[in-house]
Each structure stands twice: as structure tokens, then as C-alpha cells.
């Protein structure tokens, strides 16, 4: 098992694992796990070998579900609200493990998943009355963590917030930098009066984010397009120009490169939501998405109808990066070389809703 990868894959019909080594053409694949519940998004830790799985919903009971380090499983959904219909993001924060809910909350853990509460200030933010669901409803599907007590968070279709103090208070993140301010000052400066303009604001509807590999560095896909902050999410500066769509789901980052992003633009929100030609391709910046190319080796270049969502993009530590994505026709490519050639390295699973390395 040395310099072996193990892959999480949260589909339509359960949770999945696959290992595959640095020159293996394809995964070995075990599963499904959870019941055959769909799994939206599913984490792991190396060191112990636990993992969580995030879903449920439907037929289906929501909730969390953990395998340990002897290889058991168990389920929780113990201080879930009624109200909470799936789990749709999970993340690890020191000690304590985050979840992300439909509709949109956030849930902590401080004993290893078996129990759960809310924590109840991201809903208490101005406004938070008036958000609107996306396409697949309110949801929160992404949570960063610093390690230092900041948290972000995505919600679909409310925007981007931001915690200094581990989830005890919140501010929304919305405000596009890249628009010239008073006397041409980059960004606006909103702190003396300068009055916020709608048009100011970024579309509402994050699609993904990732950390990039420098303090206050984060990337977003966006409903809209593509964007960067450099300062922790106070203001956005769009990056799409050079992409062939600004519709997409998934966005990763490199883990040592702070220029190095990949995204994968679809051809558009009501055009089909396949690769742009039906030719796939992964797009990578090498100077922060200032440029973009598309890396096409290896990928299917006819009749591509594939979509690939929000969290079915993942990157591993390594460098060369190890990048990965899933589809909803169920394959999985893998790139080990920062994006230069791929391969199909599973394929004919369920609809792949998640994929994350284990690391």
C-alpha cells in the first residue's frame, strides 16, 4: 500500500473507496457503504483510517455515517433539527468536525460524529430570512477552515460568509474588489461612506471554493463566473476572461503553487451543463486565473455529455499535484501531473456526487 492513493467517492447509491498507486491505469474499488444512502460528501483521516460520509434524504434517513479505525460503521443523526432534510458538506476542525445542511446550517461535533448541534449565528446574520435555494434548494455544500478559528462557508444561493471566532459569529463575504472605487482606489473603500451598489456584489450563488496555497488566498467557482480574493473573501476580483463559459461547478487549488488553480467550465446553466463543444476539458491557471489553458490529454474529446459537480473535483498534497475529478456518468480521471495528461482510472459507477483524497 506505499505511495498508495485512497479515494472517497459520495454517489447516488452509497459511499465508495478506491486505492490506486502513482502508475496504476486503474482503482481498485470497494462498496458501496452507508446503506446504499446517497452520500454528497464524505471525508477521511489517513493516520486513524476513520471516515465520515455526509447525507441521506429522500427514502433515506439524513445524517452522518463513520467508519473507525477497526473498520466498523455506525450512523448518527442525534441534534440534527427536524427540519434538516440531507447532510450536504462535512469538514474537519481541530478537535471538532463541521457539518453543512439542506436547508442551510452548520452543525458541530466535539465527540468524533455521534452526537451534533447547531451552531446557531450564521442563521442569525441580517438577511438571513431573505435567502433563496438554488436549483437543488438552500444548501450549504462547502466549509474551509483554517485551523486558527477562521471558518467560510458557501451556500447556495446566499453567498459567501466568513467566522474569525470558529462559527460564534459571521459576516457576509459578496463584495466584488475589482471595480474601480472613489479618485480610481482599488478596492472600493466601503468604510467611509462610499454608498454599496448592487452591481457591486458578486452573484449570490457560490458554486465551490478552495483555499489557494497563500494566507488570505481563496478561489471561487461562481453561478457567474470564476473569482479570487486575496484577503480572506473582503472582496472578490473576477478571474474568468479566458475561460470558455462562466458556468461551472468544481474548483481546486494546488497545495504549494498559490498561482496554480484548475476549474471545469460547462457550457452553460440552461444550455445542457456539459463540456463546452462536448469536448472535456480541465482548465488550469498558472498565475492565479489572470491566464487559463485547457488540459485536454486524455480526455474524451467527441460526444462528451458529462457533468461534473460541485465537490467531484479533488486535489491531493503532492507535487506534482494529484488531481482528481468524478462525473455523473460515473467515472473518475486522475491527472498526476498537474493537469498536463489524464486517465480514466474508474468508471461506470453511480452518478458521483463527491470525490476527496484521504490525507
Given at each position: 500500500?506505499?505511495?498508495?492513493?485512497?479515494?472517497?467517492?459520495?454517489?447516488?447509491?452509497?459511499?465508495?473507496?478506491?486505492?490506486?498507486?502513482?502508475?496504476?491505469?486503474?482503482?481498485?474499488?470497494?462498496?458501496?457503504?452507508?446503506?446504499?444512502?446517497?452520500?454528497?460528501?464524505?471525508?477521511?483521516?489517513?493516520?486513524?483510517?476513520?471516515?465520515?460520509?455526509?447525507?441521506?434524504?429522500?427514502?433515506?434517513?439524513?445524517?452522518?455515517?463513520?467508519?473507525?479505525?477497526?473498520?466498523?460503521?455506525?450512523?448518527?443523526?442525534?441534534?440534527?433539527?427536524?427540519?434538516?432534510?440531507?447532510?450536504?458538506?462535512?469538514?474537519?476542525?481541530?478537535?471538532?468536525?463541521?457539518?453543512?445542511?439542506?436547508?442551510?446550517?452548520?452543525?458541530?461535533?466535539?465527540?468524533?460524529?455521534?452526537?451534533?448541534?447547531?451552531?446557531?449565528?450564521?442563521?442569525?446574520?441580517?438577511?438571513?430570512?431573505?435567502?433563496?435555494?438554488?436549483?437543488?434548494?438552500?444548501?450549504?455544500?462547502?466549509?474551509?477552515?483554517?485551523?486558527?478559528?477562521?471558518?467560510?462557508?458557501?451556500?447556495?444561493?446566499?453567498?459567501?460568509?466568513?467566522?474569525?471566532?470558529?462559527?460564534?459569529?459571521?459576516?457576509?463575504?459578496?463584495?466584488?474588489?475589482?471595480?474601480?472605487?472613489?479618485?480610481?482606489?482599488?478596492?472600493?473603500?466601503?468604510?467611509?461612506?462610499?454608498?454599496?451598489?448592487?452591481?457591486?456584489?458578486?452573484?449570490?450563488?457560490?458554486?465551490?471554493?478552495?483555499?489557494?496555497?497563500?494566507?488570505?488566498?481563496?478561489?471561487?467557482?461562481?453561478?457567474?463566473?470564476?473569482?479570487?480574493?486575496?484577503?480572506?473573501?473582503?472582496?472578490?476580483?473576477?478571474?474568468?476572461?479566458?475561460?470558455?463559459?462562466?458556468?461551472?461547478?468544481?474548483?481546486?487549488?494546488?497545495?504549494?503553487?498559490?498561482?496554480?488553480?484548475?476549474?471545469?467550465?460547462?457550457?452553460?446553466?440552461?444550455?445542457?451543463?456539459?463540456?463546452?463543444?462536448?469536448?472535456?476539458?480541465?482548465?488550469?491557471?498558472?498565475?492565479?486565473?489572470?491566464?487559463?489553458?485547457?488540459?485536454?490529454?486524455?480526455?474524451?474529446?467527441?460526444?462528451?455529455?458529462?457533468?461534473?459537480?460541485?465537490?467531484?473535483?479533488?486535489?491531493?498534497?503532492?507535487?506534482?499535484a494529484a488531481v482528481y475529478f468524478g462525473t455523473n456518468t460515473g467515472s473518475v480521471f486522475a491527472s498526476r501531473d498537474d493537469g498536463e495528461t489524464w486517465s480514466e482510472i474508474?468508471?461506470?459507477?453511480?452518478?458521483?456526487?463527491?470525490?476527496?483524497?484521504?490525507?
Amino acid at each position: 500500500m506505499e505511495n498508495r492513493v485512497e479515494l472517497l467517492m459520495g454517489t447516488s447509491k452509497g459511499l465508495f473507496m478506491a486505492t490506486a498507486g502513482p502508475k496504476d491505469s486503474t482503482a481498485r474499488v470497494e462498496g458501496p457503504f452507508c446503506d446504499g444512502a446517497p452520500i454528497n460528501h464524505a471525508i477521511g483521516d489517513a493516520t486513524t483510517g476513520q471516515v465520515w460520509a455526509a447525507g441521506g434524504g429522500g427514502w433515506f434517513p439524513m445524517g452522518v455515517w463513520r467508519r473507525d479505525a477497526a473498520g466498523g460503521w455506525s450512523f448518527s443523526n442525534q441534534g440534527f433539527d427536524e427540519e434538516v432534510q440531507s447532510i450536504w458538506s462535512l469538514a474537519r476542525d481541530g478537535d471538532r468536525l463541521l457539518a453543512g445542511t439542506k436547508p442551510a446550517a452548520l452543525y458541530e461535533s466535539r465527540d468524533n460524529g455521534t452526537t451534533w448541534a447547531k451552531l446557531p449565528a450564521l442563521n442569525q446574520v441580517p438577511g438571513a430570512a431573505d435567502w433563496q435555494p438554488g436549483a437543488a434548494g438552500l444548501t450549504l455544500h462547502t466549509i474551509l477552515c483554517d485551523g486558527k478559528g477562521g471558518l467560510w462557508v458557501g451556500i447556495s444561493a446566499a453567498g459567501v460568509f466568513a467566522s474569525p471566532d470558529g462559527g460564534h459569529s459571521w459576516t457576509q463575504h459578496n463584495r466584488r474588489g475589482n471595480r474601480p472605487g472613489p479618485a480610481g482606489s482599488l478596492p472600493r473603500d466601503w468604510g467611509d461612506g462610499v454608498e454599496f451598489r448592487a452591481e457591486d456584489e458578486i452573484f449570490s450563488c457560490v458554486h465551490n471554493m478552495a483555499f489557494g496555497a497563500a494566507p488570505g488566498l481563496i478561489y471561487m467557482q461562481n453561478h457567474q463566473g470564476v473569482y479570487r480574493t486575496r484577503d480572506a473573501g473582503s472582496y472578490w476580483e473576477e478571474v474568468t476572461e479566458g475561460l470558455p463559459s462562466t458556468f461551472g461547478f468544481p474548483i481546486g487549488a494546488h497545495p504549494s503553487d498559490p498561482g496554480m488553480v484548475w476549474t471545469f467550465p460547462l457550457n452553460g446553466d440552461s444550455k445542457g451543463r456539459f463540456p463546452t463543444d462536448a469536448a472535456a476539458a480541465v482548465w488550469r491557471s498558472r498565475d492565479g486565473g489572470e491566464t487559463w489553458e485547457p488540459m485536454r490529454n486524455g480526455l474524451p474529446q467527441e460526444a462528451c455529455y458529462f457533468t461534473v459537480l460541485r465537490q467531484a473535483m479533488a486535489v491531493g498534497r503532492t507535487s506534482p499535484a494529484a488531481v482528481y475529478f468524478g462525473t455523473n456518468t460515473g467515472s473518475v480521471f486522475a491527472s498526476r501531473d498537474d493537469g498536463e495528461t489524464w486517465s480514466e482510472i474508474i468508471r461506470h459507477m453511480p452518478t458521483i456526487f463527491s470525490v476527496e483524497v484521504v490525507q
